[in-house]
């Protein structure tokens, strides 16, 4: 599946109108689904009609509600721990990934597993890995608690030293200032990782960084498009649930670009017809894990008070995409093969009867 922007509304306009008249919205793009939240939503609902409801799923697959409850409609059942699914039962991980004691967990309870993890955060496992085979000490810069971070951390746990932003850099020891490297969570603020990031290298000099940006495209596009039009909004909402760390950061973005308010919804419900008092320029973006339906509701719920006027911030074009995970992969292909064989099969067996 294609991960792009959205299509734009019908009553959108890609043109600078700033000086115009009245009330209008500036609809960040790209915004809601990346590449990787994309890919974990479509395995859950590829692997509930694959092998039938219930299918487990270790943590939520993405950090949204809306989507997480429709999944729920749909046949998935989701869990905090592994011991909760039953054994030999079906079991995904998330897509913000899973340390490797959890897949010995599932081993060991006989469960299949799919691994949704988006392949973004895989890449900064397989560096944690790499730069504690060779014995540095690794700076993960992140939140504490944050699913992500746990299972990073968990991939080199006596060599990782969680970094919770720069005021937390000067607590931060290593063992040998030569062999220091960072790595971060994929979802942070630019801005503030790289703040930590200088903060870091004052005190370590020899500190070396990731091979390439650990931060996902998706989170620094949004970030992006939000700086672009935060300057020029009184308000800026913001659709994506309070667990998702890119959806939050993005209220801090617009506020530190110059919006004079930012709001966080999950739904247009949420919002608040005193948000808008004074108000002319409305920002509109949504978290990486937020499907475009929630969009369109804020939409709607601003051009109900006026505000019909909708104008495109672009920031970026969007098209990577990740196939499904592996295992699902495989057993999508075997059942294809297997239908293919049945039917051709079949078509054998009437051609002989008719001769």
Known sequence: MTATSSPSPANASNGDNAGRAGKRVLLAAPRGYCAGVDRAVIAVEKALEQYGAPVYVRHEIVHNKYVVKTLEKKGAIFVEETAEVPEGSIVMFSAHG?????????????????????????????????????????????????????????????????????????????????????????????????????????????????????????T???????????????????????????????????????????????????????????????GVTSGASVPEVLVEGVLEWLSQRGFEDVEIVKAAEESITFSLPKELRRDLRAEAAALAGTSGTASGTTEETAS
Not at 231 to 257: H, K, T, Y
């Open 98 to 218: 899973v340390a490797p004691v959890v897949h010995d967990e599932a081993a060991k309870r006989n469960l299949a597993t799919i691994d949704a993890t988006c392949p973004l955060v895989t890449k900064v496992h397989k560096e944690a890995v790499r730069f504690a085979q060779d014995d540095y000490d690794i700076l993960l810069i992140g939140h504490d608690g944050h699913e992500e971070v746990i299972g990073t951390s968990g991939e080199a746990p006596d060599h990782i030293t969680l970094v919770d932003g720069p005021a937390d850099v000067e607590n931060v020891t290593v063992r040998d200032d030569s062999k220091v490297v960072w790595l971060s969570q994929t979802t942070l603020s630019v801005d503030e990782t790289m703040e930590t990031v200088d903060k870091l290298k004052d005190k370590f000099p020899q500190l070396i960084s990731p091979p390439s940006d650990d931060i996902c495209y998706a």
């Open 220 to 282: 620094q596009n949004r970030q992006v498009a939000v700086k672009q039009m935060g300057a020029q909004a009184d308000l800026v909402i913001v659709v994506g649930s309070r667990n998702s760390s890119n959806s939050v950061r993005l209220v801090e973005v617009a506020l530190n670009a110059g919006a004079r308010d930012a709001h966080l919804v999950d739904y247009a419900s949420e919002a608040d017809e005193a948000w808008l008092d004074g108000v002319s320029t409305v």
